[in-house]
């Protein structure tokens, strides 16, 4: 590297770890450092060990402070993104409230810019992952909830209430599973974490044979989309299902995504868009008979690139976008 080149930190919170991350300007990731989240009752302590775990690493990795453009932090949880301050944070409620910017930028002489994570995996997947050669994208994010974004015309978009893109509160069946938005049948309710462990439960509720049984554990507690997607790959009928509707619903909502933004590529990330063909074949097969009208691609609906990195890499690209 450059003694002169220019850097940006990217943070990247969550609930259980956080992540930093420094990005060249070229959108190389030069460094990532992981971390247990400290937590409290009521003070925003992950904030405050993000500022110190940065100044670490900046030592660390011998990087001068006037080398460093600025401080990205994608947060769990909506976030007003110019009074920088956090909305709410389901997995760390301590944060409700928080001045991010304020916190974080307290130990340094740097702009410090903060957004949703979901916002941030979108950007980083449109500058460095599935999307770089397209300028329209939407993103799901299936993991225990369903999160998403939307890239127009090479920007992420979030609208006036920051609500543009959660695509996991689109409605696929009207009188569906409750959601914990307090709507039902959102997608987030029918293919979330939780969502589909009821599918499986119904399935085997009805007596069908499935290695799912034995494998969850007396009471079910290890039943997971990853484990259903495990079994679905060795050819088990009931993990098949589930992902077979799952992949529908999916498909249904993606559907509504195309008809709204005209996407040049979707791209699926988390864990569970990681089964491969098991979950594309069923979401491919629903978009092409449902969204005839737009004639769309459906090899063009494709896995995210940059996996658990993604975080780092968005909430580092905030800072290039706004000041490199
Ligand atoms: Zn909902």
């Known amino acids: 590297m450059a003694r002169a080149e220019k850097v940006a930190v990217g943070v990247d919170l969550g609930g259980t770890t956080f992540s930093i991350g420094l990005l060249s300007t070229a959108g190389e990731l030069l460094a990532e450092h992981s971390y247990d989240t400290p937590r ?13 775990a940065i100044g670490g690493v900046l030592e660390q990795e011998t990087i001068a402070p006037d080398r460093v453009l600025g401080i990205g932090v994608g947060i769990p949880g909506p976030v007003d993104p110019e009074a920088g301050i956090v909305k709410t944070a389901p997995n760390l409620p301590e944060l409700d409230g928080a001045n991010a910017v304020e916190i974080v930028g307290e130990q340094f002489d740097l702009p410090v810019l903060i957004a949703n994570d979901a916002y941030c995996a979108t950007l980083a997947e449109l ?16 993991g225990t909830g369903v999160g998403g974004g939307i890239a127009l015309d090479n920007r992420v978009r979030r609208g006036p209430r920051q609500i543009m893109g959660e695509v996991g509160h689109i409605i696929v069946e009207p009188d569906g599973r409750r959601c914990g938005c307090g709507n039902h049948g959102c997608l987030e309710a029918l293919v979330g974490r939780d969502g589909m462990v009821n599918q499986a439960l119904r399935l085997l509720e009805h007596g069908r044979p499935s290695v799912l049984s034995e494998r969850a554990g007396p009471r079910h507690e290890r039943r997971s989309p990853k484990l259903i997607s495990e079994a679905a790959d060795e050819g ?7 992902m077979q509707t799952s992949g529908h619903y999916l498909g249904v909502a993606i559907c509504s995504c195309i008809v709204l933004c005209d996407p040049d590529l979707v791209v699926l990330g988390g864990g569970i868009a990681a089964a491969g063909e098991v979950l594309f074949a069923p979401i491919r097969r629903t978009v092409r008979h449902r969204s005839q009208i737009s004639g769309f691609d459906v090899s063009k609906i494709v896995p995210a690139e940059l996996g658990n990195e993604a975080g780092v890499y ?3 690209a905030l800072v290039l976008d706004e000041l490199a």
């Open 236 to 242: 088990d009928k009931v993990a098949l299902e589930v």
């Open 127 to 142: 500058r460095y992952g599935s999307g770089r050669d397209v300028a329209n994208l939407v993103m799901l994010t299936l």
């Open 314 to 316: 968005g909430a580092g």
């Open 40 to 52: 409290s009752e009521d003070e925003p302590l992950a904030l405050a060990a993000a500022a110190s």
